[in-house]
């Protein structure tokens, strides 16, 4: 049972990572989202803080904050200064910013926005679990959610240190997942293919009326128009990537992917910037053809998977299990 539970979890979030990763490949390569950043972008996103909710605690041993701390420096924060600070030459010399201010980004929690809302997230949830309190495990993601709700438009982004606004609406899936991983002997008794369906008869619509009204999902910026709504995409998307995810086989280079998520994230900027300026140098630019972002794509995840290859193999002081 574990083994399968663990099989689908690595799956979902290497087809998560791939969402990403061709996200970033048409905005580098393209020039923007072909594929609006509504449909799935921030799917995907919610999906990986579900996750690490769900992985957050082993109900078989009592909870101790100080274990799941120094787990948390350990698994996030570390790899966070080793490959942000790794990126940080790179990164002054193709953008707009000194390296001193690349620095200064980094520890503020700005070198990489999901990993700093992951960290913060799972700081606060951990926190409040530490308690042992149920009226307040129940109570925080409502109020965080509602917090975020209340700050969205109000906080600039530029003094949104560690990503805190972020990682109140990250707090929520937190808790969702946690809540389905401490109740999964109610939750498994709902799981069935019949929710692929279902779910696509409510997303479809949905996809189309948000994109018309002209909401947005952006949880990077914290540009969400209508919470409500966004958690209702949010919750049902993930259920549905759960039972696609549950119905796939094996298949070893998308648990790869799954695995190490943590390290793609990290590269999945760096590479497609650094595929998208060669292949326009080799004067392969798009021209409207939507399989060029399918070979740049391709030419990504190759790419990105041999740099983590080598971090899993010869970087052995950093932790092996990704975003749990």
Request: net charge positive.
């Amino acid at each position: 049972m574990d083994k399968q539970r663990t099989l689908w979890i690595d799956q979902m979030r290497g087809i998560c990572m791939l969402a990403i990763l061709l996200f970033h490949t048409e905005a580098y390569y393209a020039g923007t989202d072909l594929i609006p950043y509504n449909y799935y972008v921030a799917n995907v996103l919610t999906a990986f803080f579900f996750l690490s909710g769900y992985l957050f605690h082993r109900n078989e041993r009592p909870f101790s904050l100080s274990r799941k701390l120094h787990a948390i420096v350990r698994s996030i924060l570390i790899p966070y200064f080793v490959f942000t600070l790794l990126l940080a030459l790179p990164k002054a010399l193709t953008t707009d910013h000194t390296l001193p201010e690349v620095l200064i980004n980094i520890f503020l929690g700005k070198g990489s926005w999901f990993v700093a809302t992951l960290t913060m997230a799972e700081i606060e949830f951990a926190l409040v679990l530490s308690f042992r309190k149920n009226w307040l495990f129940h109570l925080m993601p409502w109020l965080a959610i509602i917090i975020a709700w209340l700050l969205t438009g109000r906080l600039d982004d530029a003094h949104n240190y560690w990503k805190l606004h972020n990682s109140l609406i990250a707090y929520f899936f937190l808790y969702a997942g946690h809540l389905v991983n401490r109740y999964k002997h109610l939750f498994s008794r709902f799981a069935s293919p019949l929710l692929i369906p279902l779910c696509l008869a409510l997303l479809i619509p949905l996809k189309i009326y948000i994109q018309h009204s002209h909401q947005s999902w952006v949880v990077d910026g914290v540009e969400v128009t209508c919470y409500p709504l966004f958690i209702v995409d949010m919750l049902t998307g993930i259920i549905l990537l759960i039972e696609v995810s549950r119905l796939l086989p094996r298949w070893y280079a998308l648990s790869f992917v799954g695995q190490h998520s943590l390290y793609y994230y990290f590269f999945c900027g760096a590479v497609p910037m650094a595929v998208a300026t060669l292949l326009h140098h080799l004067s392969f630019d798009y021209a409207g053809f939507y399989w060029q972002v399918i070979l740049c794509f391709l030419l990504n995840c190759v790419f990105s998977t041999f740099i983590v290859w080598i971090i899993t193999h010869y970087f052995v002081f950093l932790p092996k299990n990704k975003l749990t």
